[in-house]
């Protein structure tokens, strides 16, 4: 197997770091290497800060193993290397009538990465996060031996690997129960809402089985936290969706494209695009549950200079005051860009650091300047405050005893990952900066 010197990147584009890098293209191939050189796994490096990066380290990229191993279309189960693709998955069973039961906000992400970082979708308040639906893994381990871990079988050691930032072993395979797909077509309903209580109200009160919103982080005043919601449910359209050509930002864009008075015009624009009634419209399930995809490279938007996502999750008892001081800090800030998400998010949850708690998440982005880097740092605090947590597959920002105080589990967690891995082979940037694996 070559190693070969490589620059790992958040998909912020803020951290970075120079590594060793291996790409195995069968089991084997990855065995070979720990026999010599264990090291952490990277998928399609989607996180956005350093949860895939080894500064001065190794690091194993899993893209190559991406093969589906088996799938039972009486079940749903599905038996994938873990370099396999949301989208892949989503591509090749829709048509058969499955499709993974949590999707992700991208379909770039891998299998393994999203067995990690646990990550939860549009339906959370009612699936649960991706974790789950998780049967069983395969793990290699860091003495080179094969595991197999379900929630009966090597239970600890399964439940620390999911949303365990890979810090148990590499996942080389696993099975994940799909969940029945009526049709490559699903309907979405878009209202309007004109403040924070309103939106609140409204993602409170859905039934819908997919649901999400898009907030407004220029707003101010009475409008503090208007947004759009969208519903979503799948159809029994036999249609074919249309294939859209994705689009690409070709070079970094300069500062001025994501200004404050541009952002607030946008925002404005698209806001209001929705009538007052609100409106129903026909998409491909690609375009609702991957919007950006269709726009490769969208991170170039930032400039150079990258962006920071900051995303949270509040208790119900805390959210609505939280989140309303939130938005006043963002929105006098100026600094927020057009890509902003308010979710209602359910008690579901896999693993010891798995991010979500019964409340609401919001996620936004920011152009990385020392402004903005303030500002997320205030966030997290205000996070902490409010029994919340931060969702590491985001985080550049936040500090080791923010982390300690949002998870409580932690402790529990680090006695399993010191046991598979005493020497600390698969700690990334992000655990080391975080101090994850380091007791009290």
């Keep these: 197997m070559r190693w070969k010197t490589a620059e790992l990147t958040g998909w912020g584009r803020v951290l970075s770091g120079a590594v060793t890098l291996a790409r195995p293209e069968r089991p084997s191939a990855l065995a070979a290497i720990f026999t010599e050189t264990p090291a952490p796994a990277i998928g399609a490096q989607r996180s956005y800060g350093d949860a895939a990066i080894n500064s001065d380290g190794a690091a194993i990229d899993m893209n190559r193993l ?56 549009k339906n959370h308040h009612g699936a649960g996060t991706f974790g789950q639906h998780v049967l069983s893994i395969e793990l290699l381990c860091v003495d080179g031996s094969l595991k197999t871990l379900t929630p009966a079988r090597n239970k600890d050691l399964f ?119 609100g409106r129903g419209v026909l998409r491909s399930l690609g375009d609702f549950f991957f919007p950006l995809d269709k726009i490769h490279d969208w991170n170039k938007l930032y400039g150079k200079r990258g962006f920071h996502q900051f995303q949270c999750v509040l208790p119900d008892a805390t959210a609505e005051q ?32 798995s991010f979500p708690m019964e409340g609401f998440t919001l996620a936004l982005d920011f152009p990385n300047s020392d402004k903005s880097r303030a500002l997320v740092k205030q966030l997290n605090k205000m996070t902490a405050q409010a029994g919340g947590r931060i969702y590491f597959a985001k985080d550049s920002l936040a500090t080791a005893t923010q982390i300690k105080d949002m998870y409580p589990e932690l402790a529990d967690w680090q006695k399993t990952v010191a046991a598979a891995d005493p020497e600390g082979h698969f700690k990334t940037d992000l655990v080391r900066r975080l101090k994850l694996r380091e007791t009290a």
Excluded at 187 to 214: I, P
Aim: with cysteine; proline share 7%; glycine share 10%.
């Design 66 to 121: 991406d093969r589906f191993i088996g799938f039972d279309p009486e079940t749903g189960v599905l038996n994938a290397e873990s370099g396999v693709s949301i989208t892949a998955m989503l591509d090749t069973f829709a048509p058969k009538g499955w499709m993974p039961a949590v999707m992700p906000g991208t379909g770039f992400a891998t299998l393994g990465g999203c067995i990690a970082h646990d990550v939860h979708g």
């Design 322 to 353: 939280t989140l309303r001081e939130m938005l006043r800090l963002i929105a006098d800030a100026g600094l927020a860009s057009p890509l902003a998400v308010l979710k209602r998010t359910g008690a579901g949850r896999a693993g010891p650091l």
């Design 159 to 277: 439940a620390a690997t999911i949303g365990g930032l890979g810090q148990t072993g590499v996942i080389l395979s696993a099975k994940i129960q799909m969940t029945p797909c009526s049709s490559r077509l699903i309907q979405v309903d878009e209202r309007r809402a004109a403040n924070l209580a309103e939106f609140m109200q409204m993602l409170k009160s859905s039934t819908a089985t997919y649901c999400v919103g898009w907030i407004d982080g220029t707003a101010n005043g009475q409008s503090l936290g208007r947004g759009i919601l969208e519903e979503a449910e799948l159809t029994k359209s036999n249609m074919a969706p249309k294939l859209r050509k994705p689009r690409k930002v070709p070079f970094n864009a300069p500062k001025f494209a994501l200004s404050p008075p541009t952002v607030r015009l946008f925002n404005t624009l698209y806001f209001n695009r929705i009538p007052t009634n």
